[in-house]
């Protein structure tokens, strides 16, 4: 009997202490949740994806984190200018804390208008009179701020893209000689040159001889320009170095190429204003501007820097003797211009 009532006693203490030792315990955290001694939700560190980045200064060792204000895609068409250009609007925008895709050579203006509409791209540099004649099918403008209005206001309507600020060089067709040969004839307008055509040998690409913003268009606008003789030379060096080793008297150029401040070439005066503009400007898709504004900031901050000498000079850096990568010269001209950290 005693012996019962001793274990009785001894299981009746230790169910007693279990019980004790049950209600002085946390109690137990479900899977998943929050215990109460976490930060509280006002001091977490997660950020929203549309909240602006801000660079950290050069002299702090730390980086932006990479991807925190988004994730876009650039793309470019197909030559040395969009490279550079759409090189520089992808390192400004991961220095203000994008991940930027790249998507450049994509090919010509259909190609990459295509791309955009699609969804493929998030903005490309285009230029305010390819938008216009190319893309629009509208008739050629003189006056640049028209241009822009048009293109800006019309691909809102068709394609629900947005034109950001334009830079201020003008990539336009143009007609270049060599100094020496401007000299010599006295050609310094294409008024100058129509009158004196007859006596000099023209050089560029197969469709300048029949398009309308070529020989015809010219000839319709100034009289003359009837040359000795027309080479098809394409659009490439080729035709720069013909000029220089005086095979030809007269290249068909762009405005920008880096020849033209490479080789010092001179660039022949549109006296009559037949070519129309050609401003470059990022084109963006409304969708990603509305999640991102910030991009329209950090992309017009750089507009005023690109004018018809540097943008030469910097196209220049690529297609000439150095053979420079199109990303290290627009790093090393952002970074110059206090556009990028050291």
């Not at 899977?31 to 997660?46: H, Q």
């Not at 998507?103 to 259909?110: A, E, F, S, V, Y």
């Not at 050629?140 to 809102?156: E, F, L, R, W």
């Not at 992309?299 to 990303?327: C, F, H, I, R």
Request: proline share 7%; aromatic share 8%; charged share 15%.
């Amino acid at each position: 009997m005693f012996s019962k009532l001793k274990k009785s006693s001894i299981l009746t203490a230790l169910l007693v202490a279990t019980m004790l030792l049950a209600a002085c315990a946390p109690a137990a955290t479900p899977t998943g949740a929050v215990p109460p001694t976490s930060v509280p939700a006002a001091a977490s560190t997660t950020q929203p994806t549309t909240m602006a980045a801000t660079a950290v200064p050069a002299t702090t060792a730390a980086v932006p984190v990479t991807g925190s204000a988004g994730t876009i895609t650039i793309g470019s068409k197909d030559f040395t200018e969009e490279f550079i250009v759409a090189e520089m609007y992808a390192q400004v925008l991961e220095n203000a804390g994008f991940t930027v895709n790249r998507k450049l050579n994509l090919g010509g203006t259909p190609i990459a208008q295509a791309a955009i509409v699609k969804g493929d791209i998030d903005l490309y540099p285009e230029y305010t009179s390819t938008g216009l004649l190319t893309v629009l099918n509208l008739p050629a403008m003189k006056d640049p701020t028209a241009i822009y209005n048009t293109v800006n206001s019309d691909y809102q309507k068709q394609f629900h893209l947005t034109w950001l600020t334009p830079s201020p060089f003008n990539d336009t067709q143009a007609l270049a000689m060599t100094q020496a040969e401007s000299d010599k004839y006295g050609i310094k307008t294409y008024s100058d040159l129509a009158a004196k055509a007859s006596q000099l040998v023209l050089g560029g690409p197969a469709e300048f001889i029949s398009r309308a913003d070529g020989l015809p268009g010219l000839q319709k606008a100034y009289g003359g320009f009837k040359f000795k003789d027309v080479k098809q030379l394409g659009t490439g060096s080729l035709r720069y170095q013909a000029l220089l080793d005086g095979q030809i008297d007269v290249v068909v150029a762009f405005g920008t190429d880096g020849q033209i401040n490479g080789d010092h070439l001179a660039l022949l005066k549109d006296d009559k204003n037949f070519y129309p503009i050609y401003n470059i400007a990022p084109v963006v898709r409304n969708d990603t501007l509305a999640k991102y504004p910030q991009i329209a900031t950090v992309l017009n901050k750089l507009a005023p820097y690109l004018t018809d000498s540097v943008m030469s000079g910097l196209n220049w850096q690529v297609d000439g003797p150095a053979k420079m990568e199109p990303a290290a010269v627009a790093k090393a001209f952002l970074q110059q211009n206090g556009l990028l950290p050291k």
